[in-house]
């Protein structure tokens, strides 16, 4: 058996500069898609500007995203595309944790892990109207 790899500072570096890379390209990506699709869906029509209308509460939970996508909405895919493009940096932290984890760099982990806690707090914790 061969020896397992010690993951070093320039690896971690490295994953993190891919993720940040990669989530932004994704999130682009299938954002494009989305308003493509969205376009071939509804670009006939004439908006009207005079009128607001709100959004349906669908556009404002994960869930009614992820129910969206599987009618084929356009807008769930762009919504998607906002999802994952806000879930990069989020992983980021993630990532900076386990590296700071593994330096056993106390004051780090504890900046850290409040700094993800207040990001998860404000997204999930945030008052029921």
Same mark, same amino acid.
């Given at each position: 058996? &061969? *020896?397992? @790899? @010690?993951?070093?500072?320039?690896?971690?570096?490295?994953?993190?500069?891919?993720?940040?890379?990669? +989530?932004?390209?994704?999130?682009?990506?299938?954002? /494009?898609?989305? &308003?493509?699709?969205?376009? #071939?869906?509804?670009?006939?029509?004439?908006?009207?500007?005079?009128? #607001?209308?709100?959004?349906?509460? &669908?556009?404002?939970? =994960?869930?009614?995203?992820?129910? +969206?996508?599987?009618?084929?909405?356009? *807008?769930?895919?762009?919504? %998607?595309?906002?999802?994952? =493009?806000?879930?990069?940096?989020? =992983?980021?932290?993630?990532?900076? !944790?386990?590296?700071?984890?593994?330096? *056993?760099?106390? %004051?780090?982990?504890?900046?850290?892990? /409040?700094?993800? !806690?207040?990001? !998860?707090?404000?997204?999930? &914790?945030?008052?029921?109207?």
């Amino acid at each position: 058996m &061969g *020896k397992i @790899k @010690k993951v070093t500072d320039y690896d971690m570096e490295q994953l993190i500069g891919q993720v940040l890379r990669y +989530g932004v390209l994704t999130a682009g990506i299938v954002a /494009i898609i989305g &308003g493509v699709w969205y376009l #071939f869906q509804n670009g006939q029509g004439t908006p009207h500007y005079t009128e #607001f209308h709100g959004e349906p509460a &669908g556009y404002t939970s =994960l869930t009614g995203i992820i129910e +969206g996508l599987k009618n084929g909405s356009a *807008k769930e895919i762009i919504q %998607l595309g906002v999802v994952i =493009l806000i879930a990069t940096p989020i =992983l980021r932290i993630v990532f900076s !944790l386990i590296s700071f984890i593994q330096e *056993k760099d106390r %004051l780090y982990i504890v900046i850290t892990l /409040i700094v993800l !806690l207040i990001i !998860l707090f404000s997204m999930f &914790g945030g008052l029921k109207v």
